[in-house]
């Protein structure tokens, strides 16, 4: 089952978006979750991890001390809080597990003035 993302859309530099990603309760209680993203004309780029069970997280380079990942596994629920939104992280952002399953629809976020 795919896990979907949400929440995107046009935000100004330097402001903040917070996008959930619904996750079945078999893989929000089996996998860790990861977020990618995809900018126009480029290929998909990973963003950031988060572990199943103690939630251990690592972040690209390109992101890191601005993105904030986090999971509720109780909600089934993943959560990507970005602050500091630059013109280049705009993208199509996409949740999925680790390993990588089927890859399910994405959302657009938009850094603009």
């Known amino acids: 089952v795919q896990s979907v993302a949400s929440g995107g859309g046009l935000v100004q530099p330097g402001g903040s978006l917070s996008l959930p990603c619904a996750a079945s309760v078999f893989t929000s209680s089996s996998y860790g979750m990861a977020w990618y993203r995809q900018a126009p004309g480029k290929e998909r780029v990973w963003v950031a991890t988060i572990s199943l069970a103690v939630g251990v997280t690592d972040y690209a380079d390109s992101v890191k001390g601005r993105f904030t990942i986090a999971r509720d596994n109780a909600k089934n629920t993943m959560y990507l809080q970005m602050n500091s939104l630059k013109p280049e992280d705009t993208a199509m952002y996409y949740c999925?597990?680790?390993?990588?399953?089927?890859w399910g629809q994405g959302t657009q976020v938009t850094v603009s003035s």
């Open positions: 999925n597990r680790v390993p990588e399953g089927s």
